[in-house]
């Protein structure tokens, strides 16, 4: 870059001292930099922040971070153990959503910080390594302002462009970290709300390309409700109403519907009230205002 005054300079020194400081301190959970990737000096510092997009890595914790760190795809990483690891600074940009739109907006690498997990889209994830996520996923929307709806995972912001499958862009490109739009586990992240709808659908700027995918990131599956409890009745009303309810006990209930089922075989005794009542009916039709006078 060359820098045509002073002012650029100093702008420039200042930028960069933030970013040291930011990188080094800021931060309230502990983080190592024994992965920090090489690639930060050549990523550009993000304009702004609007989203935290949560990801598997659908591989082991080594090899992820190896990867990650060698090519600069995320900002943080967690392993199993609960331990954080810085990859890119995080006022940086990282390469960790490829493909993506969110309300609009394509390339999400540049107005979001991306958190990759050890672990796979489906399964569950040690408690250690939740509560190392949430204390990051806190830290981080109290840094940059951010509501619980603005922590979204891979899958609810990647697209697909058009194929021979699909021949129009398409959401359902990937169901990386898929778990962490399930109410369950956005419990435990201490999430009580998620984005309500996909807002590229509804534009008509994206077409669904994966069901299934879709009824878990806006409907009710949750296949984490036994290892992560289904939430709680009341503080999450938008969350409540998607989970389908956990096995309701309802044991006083049958000895009292069991005695109204057979009466529909007695019903055959008192045919001749039903008789009566029908006898008039076609007959009524002239009649019976002579009848009603009675
Ligand atoms: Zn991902």
Redesign the pocket.
């Known amino acids: 870059m060359i820098f045509r005054n002073g002012r650029d300079v100093r702008r420039s020194a200042l930028a960069a001292l933030s970013l040291v400081l930011s990188a080094a301190t800021a931060l309230g959970v502990d983080a190592s930099n024994r992965y920090r990737s090489p690639r930060n000096p050549e990523r550009r510092v993000r304009a702004t922040t609007e989203l935290i997009v949560l990801?598997?890595t659908e591989a082991p914790a080594r090899s992820s971070l190896n990867k990650l760190s060698d090519r600069g795809e995320c900002h943080f990483c967690v392993t199993e153990d609960g331990s954080i690891y810085r990859i890119v600074d995080r006022d940086r940009e990282a390469f960790?959503a490829g493909r993506s739109m969110w309300n609009g907006k394509e390339d999400v690498d540049k107005f979001s910080i991306g958190i990759e997990c050890v672990g796979h889209h489906d399964k569950v994830m040690p408690l250690a390594q939740v509560r190392a996520i949430r204390a990051l996923v806190k830290e981080l929307q109290s840094m940059y302002r951010l509501g619980d709806h603005r922590v979204v995972c891979?899958s609810h912001v990647a697209y697909g462009a058009p194929n021979k499958w699909h021949r129009y862009k398409h959401r359902g490109r990937?169901r990386?970290?898929m778990l962490f739009a399930m109410p369950s586990v956005r419990r435990q992240l201490g999430l009580t709300t998620r984005p309500a709808s996909d807002l590229d659908q509804r534009a008509g700027r994206l077409r669904q390309a994966d069901p299934y995918l879709q009824k878990v990131l806006y409907g009710s599956v949750d296949t984490m409700v036994r290892a992560y409890g289904a939430p709680p009745a009341s503080p999450a009303p938008k969350l409540t109403p998607r989970i389908t309810p956990p096995q309701k006990k309802a044991s006083p209930k049958p000895a009292v519907r069991a005695p109204t089922t057979p009466v529909k075989k007695t019903a055959a005794a008192p045919p001749v009230k039903k008789a009566v009542k029908k006898a008039p009916a076609p007959a009524a039709k002239k009649t019976a205002p002579k009848k009603k006078a009675r």
């Open positions: 990801h598997t960790h891979h990937k990386c970290g």
